[in-house]
T-cell receptor, first 114, second 110 residues
Framework: NAGVTQTPKFQVLKTGQSMTLQCAQDMNHEYMSWYRQDPGMGLRLIHYSVGAGITDQGEVPNGYNVSRSTTEDFPLRLLSAAPSQTSVYFC?????????????FGNGTRLTVT | SQQGEEDPQALSIQEGENATMNCSYKTSINNLQWYRQNSGRGLVHLILIRSNEREKHSGRLRVTLDTSKKSSSLLITASRAADTASYFCATDAPGNQFYFGTGTSLTVIP
């Protein structure tokens, strides 16, 4: 099993450009989520999904869009990148049967917006 | 913000000593989880404690939970240089939202 795979590992964008961060998991997890990690701020939830066709906003959703057309994939779209979106982005998934299951993380995408 | 806070922000100890880090949170929870992050990597799950549990052990890890004070602690006994990492608590709140603390950076000196 590959677990949670994120691509790309690094990306540099200019202000106003758009891009999609990819996230795929092969564990058949219903729940998938996106976080951003900034120095001294821990991880903050951007968007999450509890199954194909269902998405919801987290703490910091502005400037980001998501969709969930399949169980495996949960891409994060930046429509018009801003320097404030410079961060490390993590995708995480978990099984939803009952509660009390851990999150499985990808290795992150480091994004710089100039 | 629903983020929790961790204390201390940074901790430096000698190999063989015990390391204790604390977490305070704001929401009601289903469970509380602790994660480790090595530099440049994703987070790895360490241990989970349910809201109706007060203490849990796993190997060299001991976690306590006090829901009345909305706080938890993680104790790593007999630390090793390989334990050097950042440690985060995360609350699994109703509504499928995880809230992470700000993290403790642990350095274990050989």
């Amino acid at each position: 099993n590959a677990g949670v795979t994120q691509t790309p590992k690094f990306q540099v964008l200019k202000t106003g450009q758009s891009m999609t961060l990819q996230c795929a998991q092969d564990m058949n997890h219903e729940y998938m989520s996106w976080y951003r990690q900034d120095p001294g701020m821990g991880l903050r939830l951007i968007h999450y999904s509890v199954g194909a066709g269902i998405t919801d906003q987290g703490e910091v959703p502005n400037g980001y869009n998501v969709s969930r057309s399949t169980t495996e994939d949960f891409p994060l779209r930046l429509l018009s990148a801003a320097p404030s979106q410079t961060s490390v982005y993590f995708c995480a998934s978990r099984i939803m049967t009952g509660y009390n299951s851990p999150l499985h993380f990808g290795n992150g995408t480091r994004l710089t917006v100039t | 913000s629903q983020q929790g806070e961790e204390d201390p922000q940074a901790l430096s100890i000698q190999e063989g000593e015990n390391a204790t880090m604390n977490c305070s949170y704001k929401t009601s929870i289903n469970n509380l989880q602790w994660y480790r992050q090595n530099s440049g990597r994703g987070l790895v799950h360490l241990i989970l404690i349910r809201s109706n549990e007060r203490e849990k052990h796993s190997g060299r890890l001991r976690v306590t939970l006090d829901t009345s004070k909305k706080s938890s602690s993680l104790l790593i006994t007999a630390s090793r240089a390989a334990d050097t990492a950042s440690y985060f608590c995360a609350t699994d709140a109703p509504g499928n939202q995880f809230y992470f603390g700000t993290g403790t950076s642990l350095t274990v000196i050989p």
